[in-house]
């Protein structure tokens, strides 16, 4: 834990990507196919919802369905936990890409400075 | 008009009605019922709070928020000014929070002020306040914020110095005014601010038309303002200093409804806010160094009532450390939760200081767990609460921040001095508890203590079960609207639940060394250092006054006397003509030496010339 501070600050100060800025590779590079990720929640639902826009986001249909869990079950407050489950799952999943595409850029930038470290050392 | 929203409009409405009536029965010139307070103020906030449930689950239900609009005040062709209500989701759960809480503290002010002549009065100053801080909480418009906001700050006055017979509660009143109103200039600003560039003050228009406008000095005036209320680092002496002022006061406004005043007009204002990186670093910076010093000086202080003053800042630290994280639902929890416990602490501290004939000093109690058992229990569950024991109510709010602030893109010193401040908190409460319930008791054995009262229990009864279950409830029930990150680290996630081990740990470490007796010890600096309050009181309170004296002092002798009676007026054309008079008077004497010399002088001039 830290260690991509370390990398970042420290040791691999040239090559480490920073999560701020655009990526530099094209989101293809190196896949036979990648489709995009479609949105399961249609812009009238999440409106209808009134669903701030930050919540907007791939995970808005598990919430769209607990939002209504909780409606439909209120007052009883422990009634909706697989939905919450859901919800959080699918955010985690989020997670876990948004890293993943965060270190498939990192190593990207480490291969591509091995590639010119060998061009110029030949 | 559809039932429902016709359900939650009539509560509301019902509610002021509610409240406002034992106030208006007080302006009737019959003599007035000795137990007026108990029979009319207590049953009436008793009401409201039953009565706000319903507005309450209305919105747990269905998600209903109602904007009232009663009537039109001061309507110009440009400006509109209304007496408007909000009821969305941050009222009408604070709403019922806050009665519960009054409805707890009155019923302990009937046994802590029953020896007091004037207790009508009292509970009639503490009814206002509350009036005035649902005025304050349901504001749909600047103007109306602003009454309750100075409402709240009248009434912090007057209670504050309630025994105005004290030299001490005078001064601590008047410091609260004081300090509140610097705050105030802030707050001020903001509406000038707004009246001009955004035409209005209600909250709709306003954060409708300031998208994309450069708001960091409105802003800026609405921190101030916050510092100014809920007494952050600069203006923060005066909550310690309020203690002054019976318990219950200190129970009601300065922990839990009139100090979180500053951060809930920021919370009001996050729409502003969001967007505005300044204003949320100043906020995320200004919070944790409030966080950090008010533990730091809470961790040597004797008077249990000003350590609990000074947890009370810290928190609000904490609360303006989430604002600055932008995360202003997450300081909303911790309102709410830590208004539960820390009034309980307040009203356990009262019991406690009452039953052993108004002592304060934590360093003569002790053992009061084997004496009063129910008062130290709780004490214990507040602290636990306030610490962030995991499952009570200061554990769904405290963590939850935390691991927001962990888990941000954001400054690690912030984090660092968060990080601390929890393990201080720690520290202090074991300190309490040590002193105050474990041990043998460090007093005359000739004290009123009992726990026969209802009065006394069921109040801190009903605010234990506060701070137990008010956490898990909110959080079951409200899905929060920022998606919160929920993976992270091992080491992230119990950083909080470890820095407060660790805490707690070094406190039982630091409480066994005190079993031994050592030489008398010298005053340690960072010992003297939190205990004089990091001198900020003693510098402050002195250089400011000083300076302006000094100034005055100038200005009065050297502007004015000096510049223009020596050097300009009078006394300056006396030094510029007396040479020239005594020239001239010189010369003038008779004598002959001087005729002989200007004939000479005429003579040599009329030869050059001619020559």
């Known amino acids: 834990m830290g260690a991509h501070l370390v990398r970042r600050y420290v040791t691999e100060t040239d090559t480490e990507p920073d999560p701020a800025k655009k990526f530099e590779f094209d989101p293809q590079f190196g896949f036979d ?49 697989h939905e919450r489950h859901d919800w959080d799952y699918c955010e985690h999943q989020d997670y876990v890409m948004r890293m993943k595409e965060y270190e498939r850029e990192r190593r990207l930038q480490l291969r591509k400075k091995r590639i010119e470290a060998k061009a110029e050392a030949a | 008009m559809h039932p429902t929203s016709l359900m939650m409009t009539s509560s509301l409405i019902i509610i002021f009605v509610i409240l406002t009536y034992p106030v208006l029965t007080t302006l009737s010139p019959r003599p007035q019922d000795p137990h007026w307070a108990l029979s009319h103020v207590k049953t009436a906030v008793k009401l409201a709070f039953f009565v706000s449930l319903l507005p309450l689950f209305l919105f747990l239900n269905e998600g209903l928020e109602t904007i009232i609009t009663n009537w039109n005040w001061m309507n110009t062709a440009t400006f509109d000014i209304n007496i408007s209500l909000k009821f969305d989701h941050y009222s009408v759960i604070f709403t019922p929070i806050a009665l519960y809480v009054t409805w707890s503290i009155l019923e302990f002010a009937s046994w802590y002020m029953h020896a007091d002549p004037d207790m009508n009065r009292f509970f009639k100053y503490l009814l206002i306040f509350l009036i005035t801080m649902i005025i304050l909480v349901t504001a749909n418009n600047m103007f109306q914020l602003f009454i309750g906001w100075e409402g709240v700050g009248i009434m912090s006055f007057l209670l504050i110095g309630w025994w105005h017979g004290r030299a001490d509660a005078n001064t601590a009143a008047l410091q609260a005014v004081l300090y509140n109103r610097i705050g105030d200039i802030g707050l001020i600003f903001f509406m000038a601010w707004v009246a001009m560039n ?18 960091t000095y409105p802003l800026l005036g609405l921190i101030i303002a916050a510092t100014g209320k809920s007494a952050q680092f600069g203006l923060h002496p005066w909550l310690p200093s309020a203690m002054e002022g019976p318990t219950p006061v200190s129970a009601l406004l300065h922990s839990s409804t009139m100090v979180v005043a500053g951060i809930f007009l920021l919370i009001r204002m996050s729409p502003l806010m969001e967007n505005n990186q300044t ?41 303006m450390v989430t604002i600055g ?71 769904f709010s405290k963590d939850a921040i935390i691991e927001a602030l962990n888990t941000s893109y954001l400054n690690a010193w912030a984090l660092a001095l968060t990080l601390l401040a929890t393990s201080f908190t720690a520290v202090y409460s074991l300190r309490v508890i040590y002193f105050v319930s474990m041990g043998h008791p460090r007093f005359n054995p000739l004290s009123p203590i009992n726990e026969n009262n209802p009065t006394v229990i069921n109040p801190i009864k009903r605010l234990a079960w506060g701070s137990i279950i008010a956490g898990l409830l909110i959080t079951s029930n409200i899905i929060p609207i920022k998606t919160p990150i929920m993976s992270m680290p091992a080491v992230l996630k119990l950083a909080a639940l470890t820095v407060t081990i660790l805490g707690l740990l070094l406190a039982l470490e630091l409480a066994t060394l005190t079993n031994k007796q ?8 960072p010992h003297h250092f939190s205990n004089m309050l990091g001198f900020f009181p003693t510098i402050i309170h002195r250089l400011t006054p000083k300076l302006n004296l000094f100034l005055g002092q100038a200005i009065a002798s050297q502007t004015i006397d000096q510049t223009w009676l020596e050097k300009s007026g009078p006394k300056a054309l006396t030094n510029l003509n007396l040479p020239m008079i005594t020239t001239t008077s010189n010369i003038q004497q008779g004598l002959i030496k001087t005729y002989l010399s200007l004939f000479l002088l005429t003579l040599t001039l009329a030869l050059l010339i001619s020559y």
């Open chain 1, 33 to 81: 196919e990648r489709k995009e990720r479609e949105m399961v929640a249609s812009q009238e639902q999440m409106n209808l919802a009134q669903l701030p826009l930050e919540q907007r986001d791939y995970c808005a249909h598990y919430l769209l369905k607990l939002m209504k869990c909780k409606r439909d079950n209120w007052p009883n407050f422990l009634a909706c936990k």
């Open chain 2, 198 to 215: 955004l035409n209005s003050w209600e909250m709709q228009q306003m954060f409708a038309v300031a998208k994309d406008m450069d708001l």
């Open chain 2, 279 to 319: 204003a949320l670093t100043t906020c995320l910076c200004l919070g944790a160094l409030t966080t950090l010093f008010t533990a730091t000086c809470a961790l040597t202080q004797n008077d249990i009532k000003k350590i609990v003053a000074f947890s009370t800042s810290s928190q609000l630290g904490l609360m």
């Open chain 2, 325 to 395: 994280l932008n995360q202003p639902q997450l300081a909303f929890l911790h309102i709410c939760t830590h208004a539960f416990f820390k009034a309980m602490l307040f009203l356990c501290s009262g019991s406690i200081i009452h039953s052993l004939n108004d002592e304060q000093d934590i360093r003569k109690m002790g053992g009061m767990h084997r004496l009063t058992p129910f008062t130290s229990s709780c004490l214990t569950i507040g602290s636990l609460a306030l610490t962030g024991t995991p499952f009570l109510a200061g554990f």
């Open chain 2, 518 to 525: 050592f030489k008398p010890t010298p005053t340690l600096t």
